[in-house]
C-alpha cells in the first residue's frame, strides 16, 4: 500500500483554502482546528490531532510552501552530515512554513531513521515539527530554537541536543531531536558554500496539491581515498588513520571579520603521528 505523504494530506485541505480569508479574524489555532474538521470530520481530527497541524501547514504556506523532494542519496546525506556550530539565526529555508519529502518511500527512501516526511512552521515565536513514519506513526513536536552561534565539538549527535529544549518523553525526544537537527543541516545544506545537494526545480506537471516541487540531489561528495602509509615518521611514533565526517562550519570573512558564512567540508581521511599506549 502507498504510504501517504504530508502533500497528499495538503492536497485534501487545499481545496478548503479558498473559503479562509487571507487575514482570518479568529485566532489562527481556532480556524486551523475548523479547517481540518472540514477537510476531514471532527472524529478523525480527534483520533488524528495532527491534522490540525497539517491544516495550519496549508494555512500559512498557502503562498510559499514549496515540496522538497530529496533522492535517496541526497536524503542519507543529509542525516550523516555533522554540524560544528550552531547558527545565530535560522537557515533560510526555516523562516517560513517548509516541507521535506524522500522522493520513494515506499522503496525504502528515509530522511532519517523511519521518518519519509518532515514539515514545520512557526506560530506565535514556537516553532513546530510534524513528521510521517514508514509504520505508519504521525509525529510532532513544539521547537523553540536556540540560536546561539556556538561552536559544537561533537556536532548534534548527542544524547542532550542544544538545538531543541528537552522535557519531552524519552522516546519523543530522541525523535525531536533528530527531526530538528536534520532541518537545520538540510537548511544550511541548501545555501553553504560547497555544498553537494544540488537543487532544481521541478516540471510543473510534478507539482503536488498545487505545490511547486523542488528536486535535491546528491553531486558527487564522494571521499577521497586514504592515501597510502606515509613515510618514516617522528621517532616512537606509529601512523593511525583519522576519519572526518562531511560536516557544516562557520567561517569568518569580509572586512575585519565581520561577516559569517557557511561552507561545507568534504568527508576526509587523514594519517597522524601518535605515540602508541605503553
Known amino acids: 500500500m502507498r504510504l501517504t505523504m504530508i ?28 479547517l481540518a474538521a472540514s477537510t476531514w470530520s471532527r472524529r478523525m481530527v480527534e483520533d488524528a490531532p495532527i491534522l490540525i497541524d497539517v491544516a495550519m501547514l496549508g494555512l500559512l ?31 533560510a529555508l526555516l523562516r517560513q512554513p517548509w516541507l521535506l519529502e524522500a522522493r520513494h518511500p515506499d522503496e525504502g527512501d528515509r530522511l532519517f531513521g523511519d521518518t519519509f516526511a518532515l514539515a514545520g512552521y512557526s506560530l506565535d515565536g514556537t516553532s513546530y515539527l510534524l513528521g510521517l513514519l514508514g509504520n505508519g506513526a504521525a509525529a510532532f513536536a513544539p521547537w523553540r530554537p536556540r ?27 530522541a525523535w525531536a531531536r533528530e527531526a530538528a537537527r536534520y532541518a537545520v543541516v538540510f537548511g544550511l545544506l541548501a545555501e553553504a558554500e560547497g555544498t553537494p545537494l544540488r537543487i532544481g526545480e521541478g516540471r510543473q506537471r510534478d507539482a503536488r496539491a498545487g505545490l511547486p516541487v523542488r528536486n535535491v540531489y546528491l553531486d558527487g561528495a564522494v571521499a577521497p581515498p586514504l592515501e597510502s602509509l606515509p613515510g618514516a615518521g617522528p621517532a616512537e611514533r606509529d601512523a593511525v588513520a583519522r576519519q572526518v565526517r562531511g560536516h557544516l562550519k562557520r567561517q569568518r570573512h569580509g572586512p575585519g571579520m565581520s561577516l559569517t558564512r557557511w561552507i561545507y567540508v568534504s568527508q576526509y581521511a587523514a594519517w597522524r603521528w601518535v605515540r602508541p599506549e605503553s
Do not use: M, N, Y
Not at 530529496?70 to 537557515?91: F, V
Not at 540560536?147 to 525526544?173: C, K, V
Open 61 to 91: 504556506g498557502r503562498r510559499q510552501l514549496a515540496v522538497h523532494q530529496l533522492r535517496g542519496a541526497a536524503a542519507r546525506h543529509a542525516s550523516l552530515t555533522d554540524l560544528h556550530s550552531l547558527p545565530d539565526a535560522p537557515p
Open 147 to 173: 540560536w546561539t552561534g556556538e561552536d559544537l565539538d561533537e556536532g548534534t549527535h548527542q544524547e542532550r541536543s542544544p538545538l531543541i529544549d528537552e522535557g519531552h518523553a524519552f522516546g519523543h525526544a
Open 7 to 34: 502533500s497528499d494530506l495538503l492536497a485534501k485541505v487545499a481545496p478548503h483554502l479558498d473559503r479562509v480569508p487571507s487575514r482570518p479574524a479568529d485566532d489562527l489555532q481556532s480556524v486551523a482546528a475548523e
